[in-house]
Protein backbone atom coordinates (compact mmCIF):
# COMPACT_ATOMS: atom_id res chain seq x y z
CA UNK A 1 0.00 0.00 0.00
CA UNK A 2 1.61 3.13 -0.87
CA UNK A 3 2.76 6.03 1.39
CA UNK A 4 1.47 9.35 1.45
CA UNK A 5 3.00 12.66 3.33
CA UNK A 6 0.24 15.35 3.66
CA UNK A 7 0.25 18.84 4.32
CA UNK A 8 -3.00 20.41 4.87
CA UNK A 9 -4.86 23.50 6.29
CA UNK A 10 -8.19 22.68 8.42
CA UNK A 11 -10.80 25.35 9.23
CA UNK A 12 -13.46 25.21 10.62
CA UNK A 13 -16.77 27.44 11.84
CA UNK A 14 -16.51 25.27 15.35
CA UNK A 15 -12.80 24.13 15.62
CA UNK A 16 -13.59 22.72 19.33
CA UNK A 17 -16.12 20.16 17.31
CA UNK A 18 -13.61 18.99 14.76
CA UNK A 19 -10.60 19.01 17.48
CA UNK A 20 -11.07 15.27 18.35
CA UNK A 21 -11.45 14.16 14.93
CA UNK A 22 -8.42 16.11 14.20
CA UNK A 23 -6.37 14.38 17.57
CA UNK A 24 -7.79 11.01 16.41
CA UNK A 25 -6.75 10.65 13.27
CA UNK A 26 -3.48 12.61 13.68
CA UNK A 27 -1.85 11.85 16.75
CA UNK A 28 1.36 13.93 16.02
CA UNK A 29 1.74 17.07 13.89
CA UNK A 30 -0.92 18.81 14.20
CA UNK A 31 -0.65 22.75 14.93
CA UNK A 32 -3.37 24.71 15.90
CA UNK A 33 -4.29 27.74 13.85
CA UNK A 34 -6.91 30.65 14.15
CA UNK A 35 -9.79 28.81 13.17
CA UNK A 36 -8.53 26.01 12.40
CA UNK A 37 -5.50 23.43 12.31
CA UNK A 38 -2.09 22.51 10.43
CA UNK A 39 -1.55 19.11 9.63
CA UNK A 40 1.79 17.38 8.66
CA UNK A 41 1.50 13.88 8.69
CA UNK A 42 1.97 10.59 6.93
CA UNK A 43 -0.73 7.50 5.81
CA UNK A 44 -1.34 4.59 4.08
CA UNK A 45 -3.46 4.14 1.47
CA UNK A 46 -4.43 3.19 -2.14
CA UNK A 47 -4.57 6.96 -3.84
CA UNK A 48 -4.84 10.32 -2.43
CA UNK A 49 -7.83 10.68 -3.20
CA UNK A 50 -9.28 7.81 -1.48
CA UNK A 51 -7.47 9.50 1.77
CA UNK A 52 -8.63 13.09 1.20
CA UNK A 53 -12.19 12.04 0.93
CA UNK A 54 -11.98 9.91 3.99
CA UNK A 55 -10.36 12.44 5.91
CA UNK A 56 -12.81 15.36 4.76
CA UNK A 57 -15.78 13.21 5.42
CA UNK A 58 -14.51 11.97 9.05
CA UNK A 59 -14.03 16.02 9.53
CA UNK A 60 -17.51 16.81 8.24
CA UNK A 61 -19.10 14.03 10.20
CA UNK A 62 -18.18 16.50 13.55
CA UNK A 63 -19.07 20.04 11.27
CA UNK A 64 -20.35 20.04 8.14
CA UNK A 65 -18.70 23.92 7.31
CA UNK A 66 -15.30 22.35 7.47
CA UNK A 67 -12.77 23.07 4.24
CA UNK A 68 -9.82 21.26 3.62
CA UNK A 69 -6.55 22.61 1.62
CA UNK A 70 -4.84 18.94 1.10
CA UNK A 71 -1.33 18.80 -0.67
CA UNK A 72 -0.70 14.95 -0.57
CA UNK A 73 2.87 13.63 -1.68
CA UNK A 74 3.67 9.98 -2.88
CA UNK A 75 6.20 8.70 -5.43
CA UNK A 76 7.38 11.97 -6.34
CA UNK A 77 4.09 13.26 -7.21
CA UNK A 78 2.43 16.15 -5.66
CA UNK A 79 -1.75 15.89 -5.37
CA UNK A 80 -3.52 19.19 -4.18
CA UNK A 81 -7.12 19.01 -3.31
CA UNK A 82 -9.54 21.53 -1.95
CA UNK A 83 -12.30 19.98 -0.29
CA UNK A 84 -13.57 17.09 -2.20
CA UNK A 85 -12.27 18.25 -5.79
CA UNK A 86 -8.76 17.71 -7.22
CA UNK A 87 -6.78 21.09 -8.01
CA UNK A 88 -3.86 18.95 -10.05
CA UNK A 89 -0.76 17.56 -9.72
CA UNK A 90 2.77 18.07 -10.03
CA UNK A 91 6.28 16.67 -9.77
CA UNK A 92 7.34 16.58 -6.54
CA UNK A 93 10.84 18.45 -5.80
Given at each position: MPSFHLIADVSSNAPDR???VVTRLFPTGVTETPGGF????GLE???ARELNRMV???LRRAEKRTRLRAAWTSGGTIERFFDYVPKGSRPAG
Open positions: VRPHIEAGDSLSE
